[in-house]
């Protein structure tokens, strides 16, 4: 057996989504002339509330271009040091946007108002960098799948209010946070002067994120995109995957978080773990405890058929997703009961 849980990312389109492709309406989107992508961008906006979505090849892409939108060289902006804007975008920030971070120690990649509150550098006090922007990430990817409490985000918001920063949200998993907490996208929408989501982790697509933000915004975001090399031709065909997995695939993630819990009360249970961290979405990220060497473990697990990740810092990854069986599932089970009975 064979079982990849090293991300959510690792997922082929489902026999619906290819038949939904295949069958997709297509056009030049660099002339906005791609029905489908036009159609994904209208629904999805609608969905949140925002006034306009542009249709990106990443959620990297989407995130740097939001970025560049809301900031000028020079400027700081704020997040948690989990960040993947900060850890995965390849310096993208200073490369792309000439802006520093200012990152905060949150909770498994969650901050607060009070922690911003006390980064953010007086619009007066010239010889520090101006602060311009606040960007949060919902759930929390190097966090382990966290989920933020809307009632801090409103607070936040608030706080960017105060003192003229502009607050973008980082959901690439934001469709896993709705599902636990059962919030409306349009909540999301009301609060966030941009919103990235992606639609290749859970929701089980190949490739696509969009960016939501105000007309104007993607006014800008259209010519940013372009000058990032993200302009593409007939994306309709991957703008259909997305569209049918708004429609099909969404209501699945519950069912990856069901399976990350079981995963964690195994592990939690096994005498060669020190530690779970808690499980909230479709993450699971553990450490060993320090007899056991974690690239040991994960080539042992290797040979049984079981893919994860590293995170370093002594900790490891899985992350549960809609191609990982009900058959697959039973065998990582055992086989994590059966090495802890062996040891
Ligand atoms: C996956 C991810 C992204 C986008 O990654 P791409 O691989 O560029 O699509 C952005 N933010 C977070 C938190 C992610 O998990």
């Not at 993947?84 to 498994?108: A, K, M, P, Q, T």
């Not at 933020?148 to 105060?162: A, G, Q, V």
């Given at each position: 057996?064979?079982?990849?849980?090293?991300?959510?990312?690792?997922?082929?389109?489902?026999?619906?989504?290819?038949e939904?492709?295949?069958?997709?309406?297509?056009?030049?989107?660099?002339?906005?002339?791609?029905?489908?992508?036009?159609?994904?961008e209208?629904?999805?906006?609608?969905?949140?509330?925002?006034?306009?979505?542009?249709?990106?090849?990443?959620?990297?892409?989407?995130?740097?271009?939001?970025?560049?939108?809301?900031?000028?060289?020079?400027?700081?902006?704020?997040?948690?040091?989990?960040?993947?804007?900060?850890?995965?975008?390849?310096?993208?920030?200073?490369?792309?946007?000439?802006?520093?971070?200012?990152?905060?120690?949150?909770?498994?990649?969650?901050?607060?108002?009070?922690?911003?509150?006390?980064?953010?550098?007086?619009?007066?006090?010239?010889?520090?960098?101006?602060?311009?922007?606040?960007?949060?990430?919902?759930?929390?990817?190097?966090?382990?799948?966290?989920?933020?409490?809307?009632?801090?985000?409103?607070?936040?918001?608030?706080?960017?209010?105060?003192?003229?920063?502009?607050?973008?949200?980082?959901?690439?998993?934001?469709?896993?946070?709705?599902?636990?907490?059962?919030?409306?996208?349009?909540?999301?929408?009301?609060?966030?002067?941009?919103?990235?989501?992606?639609?290749?982790?859970?929701?089980?697509?190949?490739?696509?994120?969009?960016?939501?933000?105000?007309?104007?915004?993607?006014n800008?975001?259209?010519?940013?995109?372009?000058?990032?090399?993200?302009?593409?031709?007939?994306?309709?065909?991957?703008?259909?995957?997305?569209?049918?997995?708004?429609?099909?695939?969404?209501?699945?993630?519950?069912?990856?978080?069901?399976?990350?819990?079981?995963?964690?009360?195994?592990?939690?249970?096994?005498?060669?773990?020190?530690?779970?961290?808690?499980?909230?979405?479709?993450?699971?990220?553990?450490?060993?405890?320090?007899?056991?060497?974690?690239?040991?473990?994960?080539?042992r697990?290797?040979?049984?058929?079981?893919?994860?990740?590293?995170l370093?810092?002594?900790?490891?990854?899985?992350?549960t997703?809609?191609?990982?069986?009900d058959?697959?599932?039973?065998?990582?089970?055992?086989?994590?009961?059966?090495?802890?009975?062996?040891?």
């Amino acid at each position: 057996m064979q079982v990849n849980l090293i991300s959510d990312t690792v997922t082929k389109p489902s026999k619906g989504m290819l038949e939904a492709m295949f069958s997709a309406a297509v056009g030049d989107d660099v002339f906005k002339e791609d029905p489908s992508v036009n159609a994904l961008e209208e629904e999805v906006a609608a969905l949140f509330g925002m006034e306009a979505a542009l249709f990106f090849p990443s959620g990297t892409m989407a995130n740097q271009t939001a970025i560049k939108l809301h900031t000028q060289p020079g400027e700081q902006l704020i997040c948690d040091h989990y960040s993947h804007i900060y850890h995965y975008e390849g310096g993208g920030v200073s490369f792309n946007s000439g802006v520093s971070c200012r990152l905060l120690e949150g909770d498994r990649g969650r901050i607060n108002a009070s922690q911003i509150a006390e980064a953010i550098n007086p619009a007066d006090f010239y010889h520090s960098p101006k602060t311009t922007l606040v960007s949060l990430e919902n759930t929390t990817n190097k966090g382990g799948g966290a989920v933020y409490d809307f009632k801090e985000i409103l607070k936040i918001k608030t706080l960017c209010e105060e003192h003229h920063l502009a607050l973008h949200l980082d959901g690439a998993r934001l469709w896993n946070a709705l599902e636990v907490t059962k919030e409306q996208p349009k909540e999301y929408g009301a609060v966030f002067d941009s919103i990235s989501v992606c639609f290749s982790k859970g929701l089980g697509c190949p490739v696509g994120s969009l960016l939501l933000s105000s007309k104007e915004g993607i006014n800008k975001a259209l010519r940013f995109r372009k000058v990032f090399g993200g302009g593409m031709r007939q994306s309709g065909y991957l703008a259909a995957a997305a569209r049918y997995a708004l429609k099909h695939h969404r209501k699945d993630l519950r069912k990856d978080h069901l399976r990350a819990s079981e995963l964690a009360s195994v592990l939690q249970q096994s005498n060669f773990v020190a530690r779970v961290e808690p499980v909230e979405t479709n993450i699971v990220i553990f450490a060993l405890k320090s007899e056991f060497g974690e690239q040991d473990f994960i080539q042992r697990m290797k040979a049984l058929g079981i893919l994860m990740i590293a995170l370093g810092r002594g900790k490891l990854r899985l992350v549960t997703h809609r191609d990982y069986t009900d058959e697959q599932h039973q065998y990582v089970l055992t086989t994590l009961t059966k090495l802890n009975t062996n040891d």
